[in-house]
């Protein structure tokens, strides 16, 4: 089992920046890869980037691309995702993920979700 604790969402301006976090514990955090996915009113839960296992490996949708960055600290159970430039389009529930794999594609069928931090960007 892992538990996911995320925090860091808010209220912010267009073009503002956040960083999310990820707590986890159970499972040896350094076994699996992590992701963030995202869920906007009425819409889908969506992928939004992915970390491998080492944190060599990153993944990201083609609209989040050169704004946000994940990455992963072993040695603190937690992973990141630093969100910058930040769009009204952008809002949503975040979910962090945890793979029951090591490698970034395993990210793409998450075993283990958080409960969602709200990010909220307004125009």
């Known amino acids: 089992q892992v538990q996911l604790v995320e925090s860091g969402g808010g209220l912010v301006q267009a073009g503002g920046s956040l960083r999310l976090s990820c707590a986890a514990s159970?499972?040896?955090?350094?076994?699996?890869?992590m992701g963030w996915f995202r869920q906007a009113p009425g819409k889908d839960r969506e992928f939004v980037a992915g970390v491998s296992w080492s944190g060599g490996n990153t993944y990201y949708r083609d609209s989040v691309k050169g704004r946000f960055t994940i990455s992963r600290d072993n040695a603190k159970n937690t992973v990141y995702l630093q969100m910058n430039s930040l769009k009204p389009e952008d809002t949503a529930v975040y979910y962090c993920?945890?793979?029951?794999?090591?490698?970034?594609?395993?990210?793409?069928?998450?075993?283990?979700w958080g409960q969602g931090t709200q990010v909220t960007v307004s125009s």
């Open positions: 159970g499972r040896t955090f350094s076994s699996y890869a």
């Open positions: 993920a945890a793979a029951l794999g090591p490698s970034v594609v395993h990210i793409t069928t998450p075993g283990y």
